[in-house]
C-alpha cells in the first residue's frame, strides 16, 4: 500500500478541532509577543549619561522638596506634560525627574549614574567615567510621584521665579500635567537657602502673583531646608550650599570606562532581545507548520 505524500505547496481546508484551535491561538499569542516587543523596542532611544553633581533647576524645583539623587538634566526646554523619564542600562532601571536643561549633555544625578554603572549609590561606592550609553523612555509624570515630597505629590515651584513656566502650562491649549499638579512655595532658590517654607495661593487667570503668608520674595535666611550634593568623584555627600561635607563617601569602585562594563551590558540587552525574538519566531514557524500538517 502507498500512502499519499504531504503537499507544501498549500495547507487545506481542516475541520476545527481542540489541537489545531489551541495551536490558533498560541500562534495569535506569539505574534502578540512579538508585536509587543517591537513596540516596546521602538519607544526607547540611547542617549549617553554623564554624571551631574550639583542641583539646579531651570523652572524653580525647590531642591528641598524632591529627591535630587534622581534628576535628568537634558536638553531642550522643560516640558508641562513630559518631566519623567526611565533610564536603564543593563539589567538596572531609574526613573528621574526632567526639571533643568542642559547645554547639551544628557546629564543625570551622580547618585543615579553611579548605581546604574555599578549597583551602588555614589555616596557609597564612587566611580569615575565619562558618556556611558544608556536606553532611556519618556514616562507618564506620575510615574514619578515617588520623587515628590510635597502634599499629594504635586510639582513644588517657587512663587517668585517659576511664574513663567507655570504661566505656560496654565495656558497650554489642551490642559497640562503641571497645570492642574503644581504647588507654589515661597521659597526663592533651588537650593531653599532663602524664603519661607509656606505655600502661597494663585488666583489664576485673574492675577499673575501669588499671594503667601510672608511677603513674596522676602530674602529670609531658611533654615532646616537642607539640598545636598553628591560631589564626583570623592563621593562626598555635602551641604549644597554651604559645601560643608555631611557623609565622606565610602571605598571607591574605580574608573568605569575601559572595563568592558558597558560593552557586557549592551551585549547582554543585544542577545536578550535577540533570543526572545528568535523564540518567538520559531514559535510561530512551528505553530503555521503544525496548522499545515494537521
Known sequence: MTTEPHSFAMCTTRLVTPSNLWISRLSALALLVL??????????????????????????????????????????????????????????????????????????????????????????????????????????????????????????????????????????????????????????????????DEECDLDWPSANQAQCKHVLGTPNRLKNKPVYDIKYPSGNKVDAGSEEVVKTGGTPWGDVEGTGQENAAARGLVVGSSATLLFVWTLTMMSYGALCWM
Open 35 to 196: 508585536y509587543c516587543a517591537t513596540a516596546t523596542h521602538a519607544a526607547t532611544t540611547s542617549v549617553w549619561a554623564t554624571p551631574h553633581d550639583s542641583y539646579s533647576s531651570s523652572i524653580g524645583v525647590p531642591g528641598c522638596k524632591v529627591n535630587t539623587d534622581r534628576i535628568a538634566y537634558w536638553p531642550g526646554s522643560v516640558d508641562c506634560n513630559n518631566l519623567c523619564v526611565s533610564l536603564s542600562y543593563g539589567d538596572r532601571q531609574v526613573k528621574l525627574l526632567r526639571i533643568d536643561q542642559s547645554e547639551g549633555a544628557h546629564d543625570i544625578s551622580y547618585d543615579a549614574w553611579n548605581y546604574l554603572v555599578t549597583g551602588h549609590g555614589a555616596n557609597d561606592r564612587p566611580a569615575a567615567g565619562g558618556p556611558i550609553e544608556m536606553q532611556t523612555e519618556d514616562l507618564d509624570p506620575s510615574e514619578c510621584k515617588d520623587l515628590i515630597h510635597t502634599k499629594g505629590h504635586k510639582l513644588p515651584l517657587s512663587a517668585a521665579n517659576s511664574m513663567n513656566f507655570l504661566a505656560s502650562c496654565l495656558n497650554h491649549k489642551d490642559g497640562s500635567w503641571v497645570g492642574e499638579n503644581h504647588i507654589l512655595y515661597n521659597i526663592l532658590d533651588p537650593l531653599c537657602i532663602w524664603g519661607y
